[in-house]
């Protein structure tokens, strides 16, 4: 557990970076900071290997007060990822990885064995490891850039934007990435970012920080995006903070219709305005309204009981009938929630 404990950050100038922050960022979590430029984010996470000293309080490692720690020692048990991966450049790939393992003495061989497994793990072909940085994706760079950073499986990792200048495609593979890495790792982890959305979707717990480096609240992002603190965070939430609030409402209790399905070739129809045309081996085909039996309009599908509200109700915009298809994780159909479901569903959440 990273613990800041009324931490406050004055530059020579007189800047207040970090104002009174306290907070903790509990073992095996992803805690987010977040906020716009210049509350301070980066300098309370280069507080924590001490790349930047406090002013005033402490911020104690599983109890232990950083301050205490001479800072090579620190960085051991802490990895770095920065924007744009910070890559040697005249050192091939492999070696970047390597290169903790390398200062920590590990002979050659293992150091490289080891780069070469973590390549794999962040999903890197290891036909790269012989390449030099900038022969590699700016995606790939932070896949390297995060490789590096697990090389001497530190219990901490500090990670800076890592991911912010890489197109949303890549950016979107990449924090999947991490999240599908974290529920191997478990590593105890503090993410910097601007991005709100980012934030959401990685953070265990967020921390909103307003300009002069003051919590504005700490909180998971369910209760962020349904709870928020005062004007300041709403307003850094954005507008359409009850369409993204529905990514943490389930659907397993949304209500399904099995009587809206026909069976591909079969014809004939429904006693509803709407029909589901189903293949033989239950994937949906189209949707076919009474008065156009021959023509398939387009579906939308989600995956019942583990996609969310938000997935299910993208789904039903996504088809002239306003319903969404309910699959199983094999794509098969297992019912079509309509527009009533839905509502009765969406009612439920608000209220809760
Ligand atoms: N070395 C320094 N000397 C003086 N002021 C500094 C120094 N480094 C940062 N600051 C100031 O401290 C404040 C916080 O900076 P910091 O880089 O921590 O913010 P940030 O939230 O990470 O911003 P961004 O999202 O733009 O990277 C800013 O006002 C910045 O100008």
């Given at each position: 557990?990273?613990?800041?404990?009324?931490?406050?950050?004055?530059?020579?100038?007189?800047?207040?970076?970090?104002?009174?922050?306290?907070?903790?960022?509990p073992?095996?979590?992803?805690?987010?900071?977040?906020?716009?430029?210049?509350?301070?984010?980066?300098?309370?996470?280069?507080?924590?290997?001490?790349?930047?000293?406090?002013?005033?309080g402490?911020?104690?490692?599983?109890?232990?007060?950083?301050?205490?720690?001479?800072?090579?020692?620190?960085?051991?048990?802490?990895g770095?990822?920065i924007?744009?991966?910070?890559?040697?450049?005249?050192?091939?790939?492999?070696?970047?990885?390597a290169?903790?393992?390398?200062?920590?003495?590990?002979?050659?061989?293992?150091?490289?064995?080891?780069?070469?497994?973590?390549?794999?793990?962040?999903?890197?072909?290891?036909?790269?490891?012989?390449?030099?940085?900038?022969?590699?994706?700016?995606?790939?760079?932070?896949?390297?850039?995060?490789?590096?950073?697990?090389?001497?499986?530190?219990?901490?990792?500090?990670?800076?934007?890592?991911?912010?200048?890489?197109?949303?495609?890549?950016?979107?593979?990449?924090?999947?990435?991490?999240?599908?890495?974290q529920?191997?790792?478990?590593?105890?982890?503090?993410?910097?970012?601007?991005?709100?959305?980012?934030?959401?979707?990685?953070?265990?717990?967020v921390?909103?920080l307003?300009?002069?480096?003051?919590?504005?609240?700490?909180?998971?992002?369910?209760?962020?995006?349904s709870?928020?603190?005062?004007?300041?965070?709403?307003?850094?939430?954005?507008?359409?903070?009850?369409?993204?609030?529905?990514?943490?409402?389930?659907?397993?209790?949304?209500?399904?219709?099995?009587?809206?399905?026909?069976?591909?070739?079969?014809?004939?129809?429904?006693?509803?305005?709407?029909?589901?045309?189903?293949?033989?081996?239950?994937?949906?085909?189209?949707?076919?309204?009474?008065?156009?039996?021959?023509?398939?309009?387009?579906?939308?599908?989600?995956?019942?009981?583990?996609?969310s509200?938000?997935?299910?109700?993208d789904?039903?915009?996504?088809?002239?009938?306003?319903?969404?298809?309910g699959?199983?994780?094999?794509?098969?159909?297992?019912?079509?929630?309509?527009?009533?479901?839905?509502?009765e569903?969406?009612?439920?959440?608000?209220?809760?």
């Amino acid at each position: 557990m990273i613990t800041f404990d009324a931490v406050t950050k004055r530059y020579p100038d007189g800047t207040v970076a970090v104002d009174g922050l306290s907070l903790e960022a509990p073992t095996g979590e992803i805690t987010v900071f977040v906020g716009p430029s210049g509350c301070g984010k980066t300098t309370s996470l280069r507080m924590i290997n001490r790349m930047i000293d406090a002013t005033e309080g402490q911020i104690l490692l599983d109890g232990v007060p950083v301050q205490g720690i001479d800072p090579p020692t620190l960085r051991r048990g802490i990895g770095y990822v920065i924007q744009q991966a910070g890559l040697f450049p005249h050192r091939r790939i492999v070696d970047n990885v390597a290169t903790v393992p390398y200062l920590l003495g590990w002979d050659r061989r293992k150091a490289r064995a080891r780069a070469m497994e973590l390549l794999e793990r962040v999903g890197l072909d290891s036909a790269l490891a012989r390449r030099y940085p900038f022969q590699l994706s700016g995606g790939q760079q932070q896949r390297v850039g995060v490789a590096r950073a697990l090389a001497a499986d530190p219990p901490v990792l500090l990670m800076d934007e890592p991911f912010s200048a890489v197109d949303p495609v890549v950016r979107t593979s990449l924090q999947d990435e991490l999240l599908r890495l974290q529920a191997e790792l478990n590593k105890t982890i503090v993410f910097v970012t601007h991005d709100i959305d980012e934030a959401i979707k990685l953070g265990d717990r967020v921390a909103v920080l307003r300009v002069g480096g003051r919590l504005a609240q700490l909180a998971d992002p369910k209760t962020l995006l349904s709870d928020p603190a005062d004007d300041f965070v709403r307003e850094f939430l954005g507008r359409d903070r009850g369409i993204r609030r529905l990514q943490f409402v389930s659907t397993a209790g949304l209500r399904l219709r099995t009587d809206l399905t026909v069976e591909e070739g079969f014809g004939g129809g429904t006693a509803e305005p709407w029909a589901l045309v189903v293949s033989a081996d239950g994937a949906p085909v189209g949707w076919v309204a009474d008065a156009r039996p021959d023509v398939l309009e387009p579906f939308g599908t989600f995956v019942h009981g583990r996609d969310s509200m938000r997935s299910a109700l993208d789904a039903a915009l996504l088809s002239p009938s306003g319903c969404a298809v309910g699959v199983d994780e094999n794509g098969k159909v297992v019912g079509v929630a309509t527009r009533e479901a839905l509502d009765e569903a969406l009612a439920e959440a608000a209220d809760g």
